[in-house]
């Protein structure tokens, strides 16, 4: 079914065909596309050949000539490069335009997974190579079961959330000492303990630590709360099972009965940010319209503009969502890249507006938007309307 449906793609597009390859798992894409085993010891080139019609072409090394055998199509095997080169010019045969893991100008980075060299050799070959980042969209579209592991990672992330707050508010109120890295430890634990796992720690940010959107805890400097400090929490983690897919949430609170007044404007024009963006989804998506992920980023991006905050809006509005915490799929981005391609029904998305003040405090409100196959855009990970308020302590 999957290779019918690319056959059809690629007449619709006017393509003779797509090439997927890989060297030593440098092309991550490839192996998903092609269900290849991640436990699979690979040492040498292999190439997988999908023409608009017609039967498909495995391409292996003699060495390792089973690495495709779980594929259907013809089987060519090189020893020598020339070989490899022979048949190459052969199975492109009266193409001229094709597909392969690449982005012109390296515009969309996470498509773009073949080295300058194999695009010499394929282009050798006679044929232009274009994006296959169209093909790789549908394998972004998220099954009912894993669907059902974000309900699940969407719980325990909440949970990590509750128990850190909990926490803090106590720690305050004993007056006993709490940093950042011990919320970052409390949210792993209550990972671990709900079958969950992370690909890298979360984020505890305090105060000015907040205004790197990538601010880490460290050990060697840990950060102590205190009595009316500003805290953000960034976390996400997926269910310990294969195919799971992630929940991804940032999460604002104060150590104070209320926030500043400048505090209070900044997170309003954020939140309306993160609303207006999915109020447009969802308004195009009933409308039966084709939305593009530079569009969602824009709707969000002009309320910080509008506001006056645009030059501290300094990064995309969400990324794609799958097994990866950073998939491969559309993302909503008009600034760090024109990602032009469409937000198709059954993926997943975050939606994390920020402003970001530099030696003041950052804000960013995170949940994950995901558009089920009857065009309904649901949010995971829960809708965060005013900071959490720990107290006059």
Same mark, same amino acid.
């Given at each position: ?57 495995? =391409? ?11 594929? #259907? ?29 690449? #982005? ?6 996470? &498509? ?21 980042? /169209?093909?790789?969209?549908? #394998? ?6 894993? &669907? ?7 719980? =325990? =992330? ?14 305050? &109120? ?41 601010? &880490?805890?460290?050990? #060697? ?37 209320? /926030? ?82 469409? =937000? ?50």
């Amino acid at each position: 079914m999957k290779l019918s449906e690319v056959q059809e793609q690629l007449q619709k597009s006017g393509l003779d065909g797509w090439l997927l390859y890989d060297f030593k798992m440098n092309n991550p894409l490839a192996w998903d596309f092609l269900e290849i085993p991640k436990d699979k010891h690979t040492t040498r080139r292999f190439f997988y050949w999908i023409p608009a019609k017609g039967e498909p072409v495995r =391409v292996v090394h003699e060495i390792e000539m089973h690495t495709l055998d779980h594929l #259907s199509g013809a089987k060519k095997v090189y020893f020598r490069w020339q070989t490899l080169e022979e048949i190459l010019k052969e199975i492109f045969k009266g193409s001229s335009k094709i597909a392969m893991e690449y #982005s012109p100008k390296c515009a969309v980075p996470y &498509v773009s997974k073949v080295d300058a060299g194999t695009m010499e050799l394929v282009q050798g070959c006679g044929v232009k190579v274009v994006s296959s980042a /169209p093909f790789l969209l549908k #394998s972004t579209i998220l099954s009912e079961s894993q &669907v059902k592991s974000l309900e699940e990672a969407a719980i =325990v =992330v909440e949970k990590a959330l509750d128990a850190s707050w909990k926490t803090i508010q106590e720690a305050l &109120v004993k007056k006993k000492p709490i940093t950042d890295c011990d919320v970052q430890k409390l949210i792993l634990d209550v990972f671990e303990k709900n079958d969950c796992f992370t690909d890298a720690p979360p984020h505890c940010a305090i105060n000015a630590d907040s205004s790197d959107p990538h601010f &880490v805890p460290d050990k #060697s400097r840990p950060v102590t709360i205190k009595k009316g400090d500003f805290i953000l929490i960034d976390l996400w983690c997926k269910k310990n099972r294969p195919d799971a897919v992630y929940a991804d949430v940032t999460r604002l609170g104060v150590a104070a009965a209320e /926030p500043t007044k400048k505090q209070k404007e900044i997170f309003d024009i954020v939140r309306k940010a993160q609303r207006d963006a999915t109020d447009f989804l969802r308004k195009q998506i009933a409308e039966g319209k084709e939305v593009k992920g530079y569009e969602v980023d824009q709707v969000a991006r002009k309320v910080i503009e509008d506001a006056g905050y645009g030059k501290y809006f300094t990064h995309r509005l969400g990324h794609n969502i799958s097994t990866e915490l950073h998939g491969p799929g559309t993302h909503f981005d008009s600034l760090e890249t024109y990602d032009d391609r469409p =937000v198709l029904k059954g993926a997943m998305f975050s939606c994390e507006p920020g402003i970001y003040l530099p030696g003041e405090f950052g804000v960013r409100l995170e949940y994950d938007l995901y558009i089920n196959l009857n065009g309904q855009v649901q949010i995971f990970g829960g809708e965060q309307d005013n900071y959490v308020l720990l107290g006059s302590l």
